[in-house]
């Protein structure tokens, strides 16, 4: 070879290699492990500090001391409006007295103090401060929810029966049952927030007017008269058990929603009203908590196949027409070969095929070789932001269509006729997760989740003998399911893990002449062998990230790339300029 082709062919090999398929690099927002980082130099103490503006004095309250015993609450306001420079109004239902010791207190502290000791309440409006009795009145509350109601349902039904036939004389009851494993996972949840809301404000009213029977009521008044002696009980008689006098109310709650524009209409004594605030306080902060939950999922294949050796078959009929598909002459011969259909990798499993066929002796034969190595990898990261306490679903499936066919057959008295029904059927085939969230105030996020993996692993054909004698095949996915469903507890940011399916398969089979397999080399020779080792692995890592700042200068800042830019569809060449718009295209 002269140095001139030898040159060439160097080029052909590197422009050839140039030309090769890039591997794809995992997305920067996949779940992956921290990079180790460089150890540096603690970096120098800050000798400046920055200056604080000058602070800027605040007008100080003004503060009262009081001090009084079994005084009059009409006397003690007055006193208080008078000293505080304040128009009072006092309603003249207002009664009781007030035991106090306050030492420099504001008003709206003073008056607070009073209140629970005396049934009023208190509004300062401008220079008037206005003192009524405490009876029920309305008050209107705005509550920022939306109008749903959800109910979720989740079934995980795991159920193994091995059964046979029943024994003659053997007793019903032992001859099933005994066999069955089963297992149920009935997952309910139900978020009805405006119907829990509302009952929940209405027992609240209810319990805080609920009024106590005193021990003086169970007690009558005594008479003048002697009242007549009660008949003496018998021996061993048993006691007549005592009334217990119920509770009564002082009057129905009363609650008005409107769930639509989110506003609630309650009428309530102003204590009740705080109680009522601190309730939908908490509530509010607790169902508008929100959390990300980003899930990766991690799949790896490995397939080590070896098959070698000669495949012997005994045919009936015409050994040329049946065997490998390349021998289609009908005569005794031999020929090379390399057919197949290929495998879900796309793997030739009838690769180098040798063989022949001997029709006088009704025979065919053939020696394959095949090695192969496969190795397929999954990676996905779906991500869902889920509010608290609410039922989420992911659904990324592909609908995979087919039909079941029914023949029915009609006997009439010369011919007969077979009808067939078609009937179409969808099996989604991907990936579902199915989780509730709930999150807490230390950001620790007690997740139920479910997810699901599916997959086309092969066809079943319709045994039903019409179709097969009408020469009609029905066939019917096979699908592989992985799913879990479980309920863990993780801390916001941390990383949990689901191992669906880690499993080592390993197969290996040897067909040979009988009597010939112990000979040294001919046994070898004669004999077919197929190895097969099969490794799948199947990782679930979730990460919950509790949400403060639902927004892409928040949270959500490290997703801002992933928007499309103004040269989005100018894409890959955003020199070129856009074509103009052409109604007809």
């Given at each position: 070879?002269?140095?001139?082709?030898?040159?060439?062919?160097?080029?052909a090999?590197?422009?050839?290699?140039?030309?090769?398929?890039?591997?794809?690099k995992?997305?920067?927002?996949?779940?992956?492990?921290?990079?180790?980082?460089?150890e540096?130099?603690?970096?120098?103490?800050?000798?400046?500090?920055?200056?604080l503006?000058?602070?800027?004095?605040?007008?100080?309250?003004?503060?009262?001391?009081?001090?009084?015993?079994?005084?009059?609450?009409?006397?003690l306001?007055?006193?208080?409006?008078?000293?505080?420079?304040?128009?009072?109004?006092?309603h003249?239902?207002?009664?009781?007295?007030?035991?106090?010791?306050?030492i420099?207190?504001?008003?709206?502290?003073?008056?607070?103090?009073?209140?629970?000791?005396?049934?009023?309440?208190?509004?300062?409006e401008?220079?008037?401060?206005?003192?009524?009795?405490?009876?029920?009145?309305?008050?209107?509350?705005?509550?920022?929810?939306?109008?749903?109601?959800?109910?979720?349902?989740?079934?995980?039904?795991?159920?193994?029966?091995?059964?046979?036939?029943?024994?003659?004389?053997?007793?019903?009851?032992?001859?099933?049952?005994?066999?069955?494993?089963?297992?149920?996972?009935?997952?309910?949840?139900?978020?009805?927030?405006?119907?829990?809301?509302?009952?929940?404000?209405k027992?609240?009213?209810?319990?805080?007017?609920?009024?106590?029977?005193?021990?003086?009521?169970?007690?009558?008044?005594?008479?003048t008269?002697?009242p007549?002696?009660?008949?003496?009980?018998?021996?061993?008689?048993?006691?007549?058990?005592?009334?217990?006098?119920?509770?009564?109310?002082?009057?129905?709650?009363?609650?008005?929603?409107?769930?639509?524009?989110?506003?609630?209409?309650?009428?309530?004594?102003?204590?009740?009203?705080?109680?009522v605030?601190?309730?939908?306080?908490?509530?509010?902060?607790?169902?508008?908590?929100?959390?990300?939950?980003?899930?990766?999922v991690?799949e790896?294949q490995?397939?080590?196949?070896?098959?070698?050796?000669?495949?012997?078959?005994?045919?009936?009929?015409?050994?040329?027409?049946?065997?490998?598909?390349?021998?289609?002459?009908?005569n005794?011969?031999?020929?090379?070969?390399?057919?197949?259909?290929?495998?879900?990798?796309?793997?030739?499993?009838?690769?180098?095929?040798?063989?022949?066929?001997i029709?006088s002796?009704?025979?065919?034969?053939?020696?394959?070789?095949?090695?192969s190595?496969?190795?397929?990898?999954?990676?996905?990261?779906?991500?869902i932001?889920v509010?608290?306490?609410?039922?989420?679903?992911?659904?990324v499936?592909?609908?995979?269509?087919?039909?079941?066919?029914?023949?029915?057959?009609?006997?009439?008295?010369?011919?007969?006729l077979?009808?067939?029904?078609?009937?179409?059927?969808s099996v989604?085939?991907?990936?579902?997760l199915?989780?509730?969230?709930?999150?807490?105030?230390?950001?620790?996020?007690?997740?139920?989740?479910?997810p699901?993996?599916?997959?086309?692993?092969?066809?079943?054909?319709?045994?039903?003998?019409?179709?097969?004698?009408a020469?009609?095949?029905?066939?019917?996915?096979?699908?592989?399911?992985?799913?879990?469903?479980?309920?863990l507890?993780?801390?916001s940011?941390?990383?949990?893990?689901?191992?669906?399916?880690?499993?080592?398969?390993?197969?290996?089979?040897?067909?040979?002449?009988?009597?010939?397999?112990?000979?040294?080399?001919l046994?070898?020779?004669?004999?077919?062998?197929?190895?097969?080792?099969?490794?799948t692995?199947?990782?679930i890592?979730?990460?919950?990230?509790?949400?403060?700042?639902?927004?892409?200068d928040?949270?959500?800042?490290a997703?801002?790339?992933?928007?499309?830019?103004?040269?989005?569809?100018?894409?890959?060449?955003?020199?070129r300029?856009?074509?103009?718009?052409?109604?007809?295209?």
């Amino acid at each position: 070879m002269t140095r001139g082709n030898a040159a060439a062919l160097a080029a052909a090999v590197v422009l050839v290699t140039a030309c090769g398929q890039k591997p794809i690099k995992p997305a920067a927002t996949h779940i992956r492990g921290d990079e180790p980082r460089a150890e540096g130099t603690i970096p120098p103490p800050v000798q400046l500090t920055p200056v604080l503006p000058q602070p800027k004095p605040a007008a100080r309250p003004e503060t009262y001391s009081v001090v009084v015993n079994n005084v009059r609450a009409p006397e003690l306001l007055f006193a208080l409006a008078r000293d505080a420079r304040l128009n009072v109004d006092i309603h003249s239902d207002i009664t009781g007295t007030v035991t106090l010791n306050a030492i420099d207190q504001t008003l709206p502290q003073l008056l607070q103090r009073i209140a629970r000791q005396v049934d009023m309440r208190w509004e300062i409006e401008g220079n008037n401060l206005v003192v009524l009795r405490d009876t029920p009145f309305l008050r209107i509350y705005k509550v920022d929810y939306v109008n749903l109601a959800r109910d979720a349902r989740s079934v995980a039904n795991v159920s193994t029966q091995v059964s046979g036939a029943a024994q003659p004389g053997a007793a019903t009851a032992s001859s099933g049952g005994l066999n069955n494993t089963t297992a149920v996972i009935n997952s309910v949840s139900a978020n009805k927030f405006w119907d829990t809301l509302v009952g929940n404000i209405k027992e609240i009213l209810q319990e805080t007017d609920k009024v106590l029977p005193g021990l003086q009521a169970a007690v009558p008044l005594q008479s003048t008269t002697a009242p007549a002696q009660p008949a003496a009980p018998q021996a061993g008689a048993p006691a007549t058990p005592q009334p217990v006098p119920a509770a009564t109310f002082r009057e129905a709650a009363s609650v008005i929603a409107n769930p639509e524009s989110g506003v609630l209409n309650i009428r309530a004594t102003s204590r009740q009203h705080e109680k009522v605030q601190e309730f939908l306080d908490q509530v509010l902060t607790n169902a508008k908590r929100q959390v990300l939950i980003e899930a990766t999922v991690a799949e790896v294949q490995l397939n080590n196949e070896y098959q070698r050796g000669i495949d012997w078959q005994r045919l009936r009929t015409n050994a040329a027409s049946v065997g490998v598909p390349s021998f289609g002459t009908g005569n005794s011969g031999l020929e090379f070969g390399q057919t197949s259909t290929g495998t879900p990798a796309g793997i030739n499993t009838n690769a180098f095929v040798f063989g022949g066929a001997i029709a006088s002796l009704n025979f065919n034969f053939a020696l394959k070789l095949l090695e192969s190595f496969g190795d397929v990898r999954v990676l996905s990261s779906p991500k869902i932001s889920v509010v608290n306490n609410q039922t989420a679903v992911l659904k990324v499936v592909d609908n995979l269509v087919y039909f079941t066919v029914q023949a029915q057959t009609t006997q009439n008295q010369t011919s007969s006729l077979t009808t067939f029904t078609t009937t179409l059927n969808s099996v989604p085939v991907g990936f579902i997760l199915s989780l509730v969230p709930q999150i807490s105030d230390s950001e620790s996020v007690l997740l139920n989740m479910r997810p699901t993996i599916s997959r086309k692993i092969g066809d079943v054909a319709d045994p039903n003998p019409s179709l097969k004698a009408a020469g009609v095949t029905s066939l019917i996915p096979v699908i592989q399911t992985r799913e879990m469903e479980s309920v863990l507890r993780v801390q916001s940011g941390q990383v949990a893990v689901l191992g669906g399916l880690m499993q080592d398969a390993s197969s290996r089979v040897e067909d040979t002449i009988p009597g010939v397999r112990e000979i040294p080399l001919l046994g070898q020779l004669l004999e077919q062998r197929r190895d097969l080792n099969q490794k799948t692995e199947l990782v679930i890592f979730l990460r919950p990230v509790v949400i403060r700042d639902p927004s892409l200068d928040g949270d959500y800042a490290a997703y801002r790339t992933l928007l499309p830019s103004g040269d989005f569809f100018t894409k890959p060449n955003p020199n070129r300029p856009p074509r103009p718009y052409n109604p007809f295209d």
